[in-house]
Every structure is written in C-alpha cells, then in structure tokens.
C-alpha cells in the first residue's frame, strides 16, 4: 500500500466508527473507569482520572472482572498447558514417534508463551473483550542485535488506537494503529527516514520537547503473493512475504520506513459476539450498560435522600427568626417562638430504594454471568461437587459462542503463528521422516479448564454407553462385539488430554498382542501335548494291567497243565 493510502483509508475508518465510540466511552466511565477515556487527551500521567466522582456503584466494574479473570483461568491458564498439537492424518498420531513429536511442539510452544508477556498482554485483552466487545493483541518475534532468537512479545493495544478491516471470513485484512511520538523519540527511531522537518524540530533548542507528532503502523495483506505457494516454515525476503507493513506520518502521509513484510497476519481481533452489519463486536457490558446507568442514578439519588435525614431542612415563618439561622455546633439562633422553628422530616421509602437497588444489581450480575463464575459462600450448607459442576457446565454452555470466536479469531492463529516463528527461528525439535514424508496438517486441541468441560459431556456419553453395554452383555454377550475398544479408548484419552507419551503406538499394540497370542497358543500346544502324553502313558498301563489278569488260551496253555 502507498502511504496516502494508508492515511485515506484509516481517515475514512475513524470516521465510521464514531457512533460505537459513543458507546464504548460511557462504558469507560461506568464499567472500566482505567482503560482509558476515548475523548480525552492523556498523553501525561496527571491527565489519567485516578478519581471517579461520577461512579457510585462497582457492582459492574468488580463482575466484568471477574468475567475477565474466570475467562483468562479457564480457557489460557498459566498453570498447565491448555492446547495441544494433533494431526489430521490418523496413521501420524498413532506413530509414536509423530505423536511424541507434536507433543513435544506443544511444550516447547507453551514455554515460550509463559516466558514471554503472554499472560500479562491477554488478561488485558479478555478484560476489553468483556467490557468492549473487542480487542486487540499484536504478536512480534524478538530478536537480538545478531539477528538471533531472543523470544516472544505480546501486546494487547487499547482499542482507541486500533482500526481493521475483515477479509470474506471476518479475518484481519489490514490492520492500523495510531500511535504518538516526540520529534525525539521519532529521530531516535527511524533515522535518516525521517522528514527534513522532522530532524529540525528535534535539533531546535527553542521547540517544545514534549510536543508529538502522529504516526500510523500499518500491516496490509499483497494480494500478489499466494500464501498456497509459498512455505511459511522457512525463511523469505521481506518483500515476498505475504504481508507487508509500514510505518507514515499522519500528518502528511511521510513513510518513515521501507516496505517490511510478516509471514503472518501479526494482529489478532477477539470479538465477544458480533453485531449484526458491524465488524465491531458487542459485551455484556453493553447488555448491562442501561442498568449500570439506572443504578449508579438511583444510589445518587438514594445518598441525597440519606443527606436530608441525617441532616434534615428547617422550617419557620416569616417573623419566627430574629437573627440567621446558625446549626453550627454551639451555635446561637434567636427566635420568637420556638415552636416556630422545626426540622422539615423527610418521607423518603428507603425500603423501595434498597429493593430497587438489589433488583439492579442482580440483573448487572446475571450480565456477567457471576452467580455461575463465583462458588457459594460457605454460610450455610455447602454447595456439593454435583451442584457446582452443573453451574459450571451451564456457563461453559451458555458462553460456547463465545470460546469458539476466541478460538477462531485469537487462539488458533496464536498457536499457528508461534509454531511457524519458533520453527523458522530452530526453537522446535527436528521433525521424525514419517511427518516429512505425510506432510499432514495440524489441528490444534484446546485443554483448559473450559475446553475440557465441554468435551466432558462427550466422555460422559462414551462411559454411559460402556455401562448399558456390560448390562446387555449380561443378556446377550454378542452385544460386546459391536464397538471398537481400541477406539473408543484412544478417543476418550485424546478428548480427556492425554500426553501422547501415556499411549502406545499401533505398531506396538499389535507386535505384543501378536507375542501374547504366540505364546498363549504355545502354551495351549503344550498343555495339549501334555495332556496327550498323560494319555498315551496311562493308556500304556491299562494295557499291561489287562495283559496280567487275562487268562491264556487253551492252545497257548502248557502242556500238561489240563
């Protein structure tokens, strides 16, 4: 893309999106008070609101982080590996050699992301998720100045910042980001790159130091380049790569960069549910908005109520007062009749305003899904393993939408991109001859807390149909030769994330199955034989016990013996 292309286009992005922003500004101020206000300038640290005057009510503001946080545990836990590498070639994950292989992947994948800002870059990411209905999280490979492997770095953009466009399947097509910087922090960036104008206001003892000027990062797809071509798995020039990126002044479209390229889309778009027309997506802060803002009214006004009790008005007449009237404490007031002067009694019904303030709360939590996030208090009997496992399940069903568009927009091209980068960089162990020969795909299986729930039901189904078998097969024994055992328990094992080094390849079954059956047969041969033997001795016996006791025949008597 030319550099005024990259200015025209995000011009013409800022200008759609201001309605959204609306929105998204009064969730700053209501819901997420510290991610940053949308229509103010805080390009200093005293500009930040570290007091919210306006905010009478955190019921919204400690549920969408809870939501965020239960989000974050369950589905990218930093405490286990939460996704594993499979192949879509069946013969691969029943080679042992494949399956340890991809495992290992997996491992040294999710090493990589606990050594990097991962964890700390996606919880922002997923608390934006919840409170805009969008995020933004940019993934860069660091480098020494060698050129060599130095790691991962994540970084999840306020989404003030941030514009994109979707290919055909509400991908990132091109991505934009504004960003602000010094004539200092410019000169020190980019270098000769750099405007005339720009290297003069940085060297002028007289300018303001602080005085900044818009830039725009931009990463496009080339639609000259096919990625079906091309192997993403070893090294390209910047130029044949299927994304290009640059770096422009806003001001007047001045590239401060060379043309650079990405193997893959580097920005990722999490979206908590779409809305309908829109690229944008929509939170269950937006559902909630209109009760956050009933409530925080209704608290307001319930604290102006409690005012005039505490501190009632005071009535009188016109002639009942003397002097001002003084409630300071020892204060004096002169009057002409005290029963002239008295305080004005308030009839508020603060047992309407707490039952309506409740209701509010109620519904806001329900938005956020915090009667499932949050166990039970430990008052009172206990909830047991059953009830609590049902919650779970009812949440994990009623956000599933929601896992499978972070999956698809966040998590699969995540795991691609860190698998394609560590590979090119020689962070991978070297890949057995069966998977270079298959040249398989991937496919990536998630195991967090989340995932796992869900494939719960799957396993579930597979062990109550166990259990009706060895029922049946009490009537009728043939019933047992109608599944595959060999199956049904790899394919409990893969749902349930078992390492592949716990099972057992193919091959291997089959050579000790083979064995066993030899050696049973040999047994069965040699009992046979001994049996045989048995026979052929005692038979032997018998004929030697029939031979004594027979008397002789007459012609073969002795003589003289009648």
Request: with cysteine.
């Amino acid at each position: 893309m030319k550099p005024e292309d990259i200015i025209m286009r995000l011009r013409r992005l800022e200008s759609g999106r201001t309605t959204v922003q609306d929105i998204w500004d009064e969730i700053t101020r209501y819901i997420a008070p510290y991610r940053g206000r949308f229509f103010k300038d805080e390009r200093s640290e005293n500009s930040i609101e570290w007091r919210q005057p306006w905010l009478f009510d955190s019921t919204a503001v400690m549920a969408s982080q809870a939501l965020a946080a239960n989000l974050h545990s369950r589905l990218t836990s930093p405490s286990f590996r939460w996704f594993g590498l499979r192949f879509r070639e069946q013969a691969l994950n029943d080679d042992r050699d494949a399956a340890e292989w991809a495992d290992e992947c997996s491992n040294r994948i999710f090493n990589a992301l606990q050594d990097s800002n991962f964890n700390v870059q996606i919880a922002e990411a997923y608390q934006d998720l919840t409170d805009f209905g969008t995020a933004m999280v940019f993934e860069e490979e660091e480098k020494n100045m060698r050129g060599d492997w130095k790691g991962l770095d994540f970084t999840a953009i306020p989404l003030k910042e941030c514009y994109f466009e979707q290919d055909s399947k509400q991908q990132v097509y091109r991505f934009y980001r504004k960003m602000e910087r010094t004539y200092a922090q410019l000169v020190s960036q980019f270098g000769e790159a750099c405007p005339q104008w720009v290297k003069d206001e940085a060297e002028d003892p007289s300018a303001d130091p602080n005085k900044k000027e818009i830039i725009v990062f931009a990463v496009y797809r080339r639609p000259e380049v096919d990625v079906d071509d091309i192997d993403l798995t070893k090294p390209l020039d910047a130029k044949k790569r299927p994304y290009g990126y640059r770096w422009v002044l806003f001001k007047d479209a001045s590239p401060l960069s060379e043309e650079g390229g990405y193997y893959e889309m580097p920005a990722y778009v999490p979206r908590w549910r779409t809305t309908s027309s829109s690229i944008w997506g929509n939170s269950p802060a937006m559902v909630a908005l209109s009760d956050v803002l009933s409530l925080n009214r209704l608290i307001e006004l319930h604290i102006q109520s409690a005012e005039k009790v505490v501190d009632p008005a005071t009535l009188t007449t016109d002639r009942g007062l003397i002097s001002d009237l003084d409630l300071n404490p020892a204060g004096l007031t002169v009057v002409r009749d005290l029963d002239e002067v008295r305080a004005y009694e308030s009839s508020a019904r603060f047992d309407v305003n707490y039952q309506e303030i409740e209701r509010f709360r109620n519904q806001i939590r329900e938005y956020f899904m915090l009667d499932q996030l949050m166990l039970p208090p430990m008052e009172g009997t206990p909830a047991t393993a059953t009830e609590i496992s049902a919650r779970i399940a009812q949440l994990e069903k009623f956000i599933a939408p929601t896992i499978g568009r972070l999956i698809s927009d966040l998590l699969d091209p995540c795991i691609t991109r860190t698998f394609n980068i560590m590979y090119r960089a020689g962070q991978l162990p070297e890949m057995p001859q069966s998977v270079i020969d298959s040249e398989s795909d991937f496919n990536i299986e998630y195991v967090g807390a989340l995932a796992r729930s869900l494939m719960q039901d799957q396993v579930d189904s597979v062990n109550r149909w166990m259990n009706d078998l060895s029922f049946a097969a009490q009537v009728n024994p043939e019933v047992l030769d109608i599944p595959d055992w060999d199956a049904m328990y790899k394919g409990t094992a893969q749902m349930m994330g078992v390492p592949a080094k716990f099972l057992r390849s193919d091959s291997n079954i089959k050579r000790d199955r083979e064995e066993r059956n030899a050696q049973a047969q040999q047994r069965v041969e040699g009992e046979n034989m001994e049996q045989m033997g048995k026979g052929m001795q005692a038979l032997g016996k018998g004929q030697e016990t029939m031979g004594a006791a027979m008397p002789l025949p007459i012609s073969a008597a002795p003589k003289g013996a009648i």
